[in-house]
């Protein structure tokens, strides 16, 4: 039994934006994992809420023409991680998606709801940041496409406009094509727990040299962050432990960590360092490139 | 010993039922006309309740009651699931009102709405107005005895709730003769059961206007007599009914939610009110299990010998005292018979504060003390150079060993052969030659702790235990037994040993798995691993006591003796010659229908057990330790028991795969962490408090040494707590072996890890000195 006053479950995209247009106030709802427990524990007592499970369009995983990759954002997790085109292309998003929750969250958790929440540990964040994806929102009237980096507003903060409904998220070919990546979800337990620090790494390496490396860090600061020193630094360099160990060096200088009941700045910038280190060698690795100590 | 159906895998009677969800626990049961009943917590660690306005709430439409403690009656009942003391002196401290007029702690329940959904009680409770006076409060144990500390309860000056010990030999004489006297702190922190089924209870007023409470609870006569006792009625008017429970653990062993739920019911009318608390308020308003701090003082030989102990213990039991001094005290009488100590002094102190009641958890406080004083054995053991489970080897009782204290004997000790075959399992000398020397980040190590524990209470409290049989007329059997099933499979246990005994297939033996106190023969329930033990005891002799009936009958229509007679397998045979003479079905029959001597066969038989057995085992495990990160890791894991015959091997293995994964889930993740300025709990849900997944717990090894214990139905011992003992103190003392830093704190969390490791030099300091 859940305090709500009113719930409109649209059966198209385009009749659920008019329904937002004209009741902005509405709390739109997609698989329900953050917004029901914020319901039971009273946080949202009262609200109206406008879901979306029936838009089952926006649960389509495609590749466009110019070869990005669009994900519905009502697409569950385990759609993801099972998608062979996710597979295929971009591991990383999948090794992410997996980490989340357990089978019956992933079941029902959108990617669409996790990057709308906010919330600075949202395991797909900060994958798709390293990514360079971006995200499509939609009015009953307009339409626009932003990067990752500008939607974070602060902790449970996005920059969603009144009436805007994030639609779809897009990586773009150059985000993910011929990159090599890896997740590091690092938590208490191995499943059924959010982020104490997650690390993603994409990077590219030719000739044992780095010719791209993008890290996206979770966890680390209010919202989720990329390391754009490390990644400058690592540019053109030949790909030895000890740059990879300075790439984690300046991983740690973006992060604002605080001290919390669940884990200390302190704790935290050293679990950066050693898991940027972890991260960068693996996805040399399945990027092709060889790190050997 | 030969036996048909004791020491067999037999599949536990309700096996099918749970995993096809046909058993029906507390919350499948519906009344008409049900209400839900939700509580009103204080928000704050300690405050006075000033005034109370429920006009609001309670002109709620769909509000069928409102009440505050001002309209129950000022009854204090103690809480704890302890057979009654006809000692007043014997008795659990009487410290709780149903609901308070005085916060102890950020959660107390202060107030309860009756509504019928559940929605309208949360918005009722919203509606109730209560003016507090806040409190100064205290959250540790050391801080609550100081002087001009805020009191907690008017009679226990200084928050102390007892600081009864015992001690025996002279141990300030072995302190200044023995060659070394070394002294250990060692801390364990707040943890709780997360049973997977919620505290849940509904109750309402039946035709004849008695109090029934239907509940998730071990301790159905126990919980009728406190439901009577906190609401001032004669114990017959109250009944209780005890469905399939979802775990317990020892936090069912206590009354918490049946006599509220009693009240909600007589606030409504007598009509049914269910009472169901979220996970969240199980963590804070159940109970936990006592966050201890021991200091260990031993005097101790160059050989290793150890000659006295002086344990000084310190109990946070919380703002009510629940099982309060009876857990401290448990803890310091289960070491005795297993270390051959000449003295021991042991000073246990419980105190109140203002957290969360601590009351039993499995174990009872030997987790705590065992944590303690293993790891305190290998640091004695690396002091002197000696080998730590030589140490160990060095020191142990031998059978025949009476503990001075409570007379007890030991009649059956495996622990030495628990020692070789956990060595043997784990390979513990070849890969504690590997791991000599390690450096680098990744490490592994290997620990091992040994543990006694009893089987019951005997000889501090009643161990009594009911049994009654009934013979059906195709010769099988029904058993109802006081006992509880709260999934730890003694009513398989029960069905194996009377049919074993009756020479009944284990599908001939019908077990009444619903304890109701109307029906259920008289036993206190489920707890001190007692039940295979104690009620075995019961169960035997009400199925003696059928067989000598049936043998009786068999002899009337067969002329035989029934010394000349025995029942196998449905048939009575002449046991000389194996010939069968009737079947048991024409006996029964008899028994049932016979014009003349008609008088069917049935037993109902008690059974006071005036006698306990120590029951044993080892942990041995090997850790893989994250040095950079902080994590450990269980790689192998071994747990050995003697808990004598093992009547049902798939069931024991079973007890030690649940038992271990609790104490893995205590040695390296779970506490429960309260704000220090306000005392509020930060992680009473789930997703923080961090219980163990199955993805985060290892494959779990259990092994067995049969002793054969005379005091016990078919040889067995207690194993129901024992799993949960020692793998705590094996996983510090592995990781103390990997990387040379001893903790002395659980759990080994990695934040804790991690600062202990770089204070211990094994982290290089970062080199960033970014802002």
């Known amino acids: 039994m859940f305090d709500i006053c009113e719930l409109h479950e649209p059966g198209t995209l385009e009749e659920a934006k008019a329904i937002l247009a004209e009741n902005p106030g509405l709390k739109v709802i997609a698989g329900g994992t953050d917004v029901l427990i914020r319901l039971q524990h009273g946080s949202l007592a009262g609200a109206g809420l406008l879901s979306l499970k029936n838009l089952h369009a926006l649960e389509e995983i495609v590749m466009l023409g110019d070869g990005t990759i669009s994900v519905g954002a009502m697409a569950p997790f385990t759609t993801i991680f099972q998608s062979g085109l996710i597979r295929r292309h971009v591991p990383v998003l999948c090794e992410a998606a997996v980490s989340m929750g357990g089978p019956q969250v992933r079941n029902v958790a959108t990617i669409g709801g996790n990057i709308c929440n906010g919330a600075v540990s949202a395991d797909s964040a900060s994958t798709l940041f390293a990514l360079d994806a971006l995200l499509k929102l939609e009015t009953s009237t307009d339409e626009r496409i932003i990067p990752m980096g500008d939607f974070y507003a602060g902790p449970g903060k996005v920059n969603l406009r009144p009436g805007e409904l994030l639609t779809a998220v897009l990586i773009p070919r150059e985000g993910y094509e011929g990159m090599g990546g890896h997740y590091i979800k690092y938590a208490m337990r191995k499943a059924m727990d959010i982020a104490t620090l997650g690390v993603a790494v994409v990077c590219k390496v030719r000739e044992d040299r780095f010719v791209d490396l993008r890290i996206g860090l979770g966890v680390a600061a209010p919202v989720p962050i990329r390391c754009f020193e490390a990644e400058a630094y690592a540019k053109g360099k030949e790909v030895t432990p000890e740059v990879v160990q300075e790439i984690a060096r300046l991983a740690v200088k973006p992060a604002k960590a605080r001290t919390s009941w669940r884990a200390s700045k302190d704790y935290r910038e050293h679990l950066i360092e050693v898991l940027a280190q972890r991260a960068v060698a693996e996805a040399v690795k399945r990027g092709g490139g060889c790190c050997a100590d | ?771």
């Open chain 2, 1 to 771: 010993m030969d036996h048909n159906i004791v020491g067999k895998s037999v599949t536990r009677l309700d096996a099918v039922a749970k995993v096809t969800g046909k058993a029906k626990y507390t919350d499948d049961f519906f009344e008409r006309d049900m209400l839900v009943g939700k509580v009103l917590r204080s928000p704050h660690a300690h405050a006075v309740v000033k005034s109370v306005d429920l006009s609001r709430a309670r002109a709620l439409p769909g509000v069928a009651a409102v009440f505050t403690a001002l309209d129950l009656p000022k009854i204090k009942f103690a809480t704890a699931g302890h057979p009654w003391s006809l000692d007043p002196g014997h008795r659990d401290v009487e410290d709780r009102l149903i609901l308070t007029d005085k916060a102890r702690f950020v959660g107390d329940a202060v107030a309860a709405v009756v509504a019928e959904d559940a929605l309208t009680a949360e918005k009722a409770l919203r509606l109730i107005d209560i003016e507090y006076e806040v409190l100064p409060h205290v959250l540790t144990a050391e801080d609550a005895m100081k002087e001009g500390a805020p009191l907690l309860h008017e009679n226990r000056p200084g928050n102390v709730v007892s600081s009864f010990g015992v001690q025996f030999g002279d141990v300030e004489a072995e302190f200044g003769r023995a060659d070394h006297v070394i002294e250990g702190d060692y801390e364990t922190s707040v943890v709780q059961h997360c049973h997977i089924e919620s505290m849940s209870a509904f109750a309402y007023v039946d035709a004849d206007g008695r109090v029934v409470v239907n509940s998730s609870t071990q301790i159905p006569h126990i919980v009728r007599r406190i439901v009577a006792q906190a609401l001032g009625l004669p114990w017959g008017r109250v009944q209780v009914i005890k469905p399939y429970i979802g775990g317990g653990f020892g936090n069912k062993q206590d009354v918490v939610v049946e006599p509220l739920a009693a009240a909600m019911s007589l606030a409504a009318g007598g009509r049914p009110v269910r009472y169901c608390m979220t996970r969240e308020e199980v963590f804070i308003d159940t109970r936990t299990r006592h966050a201890m701090k021991l200091h260990l003082k031993t005097a101790v030989d160059a050989d290793g010998t150890l000659r006295g102990i002086h344990v000084q213990l310190l109990s946070n039991t919380g703002a009510y005292a629940s099982h309060g001094h009876s857990i401290a005290m448990s803890a310091g009488g289960k070491f005795r018979p297993l270390y051959d100590f000449a003295s021991v002094k042991f000073e246990p102190k419980t105190v109140y504060t203002n957290l969360p009641v601590a009351g039993a958890m499995r174990g009872y406080g030997t987790p705590q003390i065992f944590f303690a004083l293993e790891s305190h054995l290998d640091d004695i053991a690396r002091r002197l150079g000696i080998d730590p489970i030589e140490l160990r080897r060095k020191n142990l009782i031998k059978v025949g060993h009476q503990d001075p204290l409570t007379k007890n004997v030991v009649r059956s000790f495996g622990i030495p052969q628990c020692i070789e075959k956990g060595m043997e399992l784990i390979r513990w000398d070849e890969k504690r030659r590997a791991h000599l020397d390690q450096k680098g980040p990744r490490r592994r190590g290997l620990g091992m702790a040994l543990f006694a524990y009893a089987s019951g209470t005997h000889p501090v409290a009643l161990e009594l235990a009911g049994a009654r049989i009934v013979m059906n007329q195709d010769g099988s059997v029904t058993l109802q037994v006081g006992a509880t099933e709260i999934g730890q499979g003694s009513d398989t246990v029960f069905a194996q040993i009377t049919a074993e005994v009756l020479g009944l297939p284990i599908g001939m033996v019908h077990v009444v798995t619903t304890q109701d106190t109307d029906i259920t023969p008289f036993d206190s329930g489920a707890y001190a691993s007692r039940q295979t033990f104690v009620t075995g005891i019961a169960v035997r002799k009400a199925a003696m006591e059928v067989r000598d009936k049936v043998l009786e009958v068999a002899a009337r229509r067969t002329g035989l003796a029934p010394a000349e007679m025995d029942i196998r397998d449905c048939r009575i045979v002449e046991t000389a010659l194996g010939r069968v003479v009737c079947s048991l079905e024409d006996v029964a029959m008899d028994a049932y229908y016979d014009r003349l001597l008609a008088a069917p066969i049935t037993s109902d038989t008690s059974a006071n057990v005036r006698i306990n057995a120590m029951s044993y085992g080892a942990t041995f495990v090997e850790v893989d330790v994250d040095v950079e990160t902080g994590k450990v890791e269980v790689a192998e894991i071994w747990n050995v028991h003697d808990s004598g015959t093992i009547i049902n091997p798939r069931l024991a293995e079973g007890q030690v795969h649940g038992g271990v994964s609790m104490a893995l889930g205590a040695a390296l993740l779970e506490q429960m962490l309260f704000d220090p300025q306000t005392g509020k709990a930060l992680n009473n849900n789930l997703l923080d408090y961090k219980l163990p997944t199955i993805l985060d717990t290892p494959r779990i090894n259990a092994a067995f040494v049969e002793t054969f214990e005379a005091a016990g139905s078919f040889g067995s011992k207690s194993l129901g707590e024992c799993p949960v003992i020692s793998p705590a103190p094996a996983v510090r003392n592995a990781v103390l072996d990997a990387t040379g830093v001893a903790f002395h704190k659980i759990p080994l969390y990695p934040q804790v890890v991690f600062e202990k490791f770089r204070e211990a030099g094994l982290l290089a300091q970062r080199s960033v000195d970014h802002v």
